[in-house]
């Protein structure tokens, strides 16, 4: 507990030094960029190179993982290629200060492309949705309003299967198991391997930066059929930022098998809403569950 409380206060300090804020407000400028004339965030290139934190000295399984979890808080964004269930593609994420994706699809059934820009989705950018929309090629929706009254950020439940701060958080949060595994090649480089034991239930209820809803809807999301537990694999490169996360779990109605792999941890990406003259306005919507 005294090497949370420490960790917790030195997490405090870099949000505070760095202007960081947490996922997917719906106030302020989009990663790297500023509000268009018509209200839409259109982000810009981020090319800033953060600041490494300082591995602390608490090097056991639990706190490796405090560690990574500062490291990536600290990236605030990195390449992801991902396999959630039928679910499958690779682009850039933003997790902060606000959130953003823009990934290309590799799903025969869906959108060839998807843009999130904070409370604004785009889906289309292929032949067939120029065809259906009369030459254009995007849609563009904005998240419903929530109870609060804000507007939800739209495919929040593929945004947080895919944020590895949300991961890292369930790996560190109180009744897990982490263990060692080891070091492993990774591509070019070599990794360290570690193992956590949990549940869907606490998984989610790890997230106290999200509202209900979305805790909700993750805990669905890793409990097939009500899986009772779940597998963290998680591969830290020597920086201690996450590169690679698979989630295993079991239920009644399947199994989990999640797969998402980090690259450019903090790198000079960028999340682009596309031009206004090539997009089709459909309103305002709520997004379905991710699919599995």
């Not at 490291?71 to 992801?80: D, E, F, N, P, Y």
Request: proline share 8%; net charge neutral.
């Amino acid at each position: 507990m005294a090497v949370r409380q420490r960790l917790a206060a030195v997490v405090a300090a870099a949000v505070l030094a760095g202007g960081l804020s947490g996922c997917g407000g719906a106030d302020g400028p989009a990663p790297g960029g500023s509000p268009s004339a018509s209200g839409a965030p259109t982000p810009t290139p981020s090319s800033a190179s953060p600041t490494w934190p300082a591995k602390p000295t608490d090097r056991s399984p639990h706190g490796v993982l405090l560690s990574a979890q500062l490291a990536m808080q600290t990236a605030r964004r990195a390449k992801v290629s991902y396999r959630l269930g039928s679910d499958a593609g690779s682009g850039p994420l933003f997790w902060q200060p606000k959130t953003a994706l823009q990934v290309k699809r590799s799903t025969p059934a869906a959108a060839e492309q998807l843009i999130v820009v904070d409370t604004v989705a785009y889906e289309g950018g292929d032949a067939a949705t120029a065809a259906r929309l009369g030459g254009r090629h995007w849609e563009r929706f904005a998240g419903a309003p929530g109870p609060d009254g804000h507007r939800e950020i739209p495919y929040a439940g593929l945004i947080d299967l895919l944020n590895p701060v949300v991961a890292l958080a369930a790996a560190t949060a109180d009744g897990t198991t982490a263990q060692y595994v080891g070091e492993e090649k990774f591509e070019d480089s070599t990794v360290e391997h570690y193992r956590v034991s949990t549940d869907a239930a606490r998984y989610a209820a790890a997230q106290t930066q999200l509202s209900q809803a979305r805790r909700e809807g993750l805990r669905t999301a890793l409990a097939p059929g009500g899986s009772a537990s779940l597998t963290l694999d998680l591969w830290l490169n020597d920086k201690d930022q996450l590169v690679r996360l698979q989630r295993t779990g079991s239920g009644d109605s399947g199994r989990l098998d999640d797969s998402v792999l980090y690259t450019e941890p903090g790198g000079p990406l960028s999340a682009q809403a596309p031009a206004e003259s090539d997009t089709v306005d459909t309103g305002t919507r709520s997004t379905p569950p991710t699919a599995r």
